[in-house]
């Protein structure tokens, strides 16, 4: 299986904040990296696919970068909306496997 | 617009079968890849396994001996099944499209596959 590991695990910002968030493979993935965001009782949401495409619909605060085995996630500006926790996913193999989560707090 | 929803029981007996039914409205089955993920009270996501639009099946290698997904086109729905089911299968259980695209990275392009529709998931418990 591939290992996806995000860092940090939590973080607390305050709106309007610059937030990043990372992602590391276990082993090379090319691209294929997507990011979802999820709230409470919710179901994830697709922000970010193939690393660096913004899905319709998704604010243009959200971006994504990296390729191999490094990835990140940025947001340029904390929204109040934007609290909640972020996966990143590879679809590089068959067996698609996610991260534990970044879980993003009010400071 | 498309739609996925899943519907089943929310209460299975430990030993007993899990049958979880994903309908798919605003969209065809016979297009795309249908998914089931599962997620632990306060844990990380787990994908389980998908089937294509072709009818072929892709499972987690942890769940394949316990797991079987099938399609009925004619009702637009696909479905999991899940035997042996313990404590540790208690999760909520989503269903979602996955999308394979072709797109123009890199040097030379190539495919990539993201689930951009969920269910809002159904939560499973596994008591006696």
């Known amino acids: 299986d591939i290992q996806m590991t995000q860092s940090p695990s939590s973080l607390s910002a305050s709106v309007g904040d610059r937030v990043t968030i990372a992602c590391r493979a276990s082993q090379t993935i090319s691209m294929c990296l997507n990011w979802y965001q999820q709230k409470p009782g919710k179901a994830p949401n697709l922000l970010i696919y193939?690393?660096?495409s913004l899905q319709s619909g998704v604010p243009s605060r959200f971006s994504g970068s990296g390729s191999g085995t490094d990835f990140t996630l940025t947001i340029s500006s904390l929204q109040p909306e934007d609290f909640a926790t972020y996966y990143c996913?590879?679809?590089?193999?068959?067996?698609?496997?996610f991260g534990q989560g970044t879980k993003v707090e009010i400071k | 617009q498309l739609q996925v929803q899943e519907s089943g029981p929310g209460l299975v007996k430990p030993s007993e079968i899990l049958s979880l039914t994903c309908s798919v409205s605003?969209?065809?089955?016979?297009?795309?890849?249908w998914n089931w993920i599962r997620q632990p009270p306060g844990k990380g996501h787990e994908w389980i396994g998908s089937?294509?639009?072709?009818?072929?099946?892709n499972y987690n290698p942890s769940l394949k001996s316990r797991v079987t997904i099938s399609a009925d086109t004619s009702k637009n729905q696909f479905s999991l099944k899940m035997i042996s089911m313990t404590a540790a299968d208690t999760a909520v259980y989503y269903c979602a499209r996955a999308v394979r695209r072709w797109l123009p990275t890199g040097t030379s392009g190539g495919y990539y596959s993201y689930m951009d529709v969920w269910g809002k998931g159904t939560t499973v418990t596994v008591s006696s």
């Open positions: 605003g969209a065809s089955i016979s297009s795309y890849y």
């Open positions: 996913q590879q679809s590089n193999s068959t067996l698609y496997t």
């Open positions: 193939a690393a660096s």
């Open positions: 089937i294509s639009n072709r009818g072929s099946t």
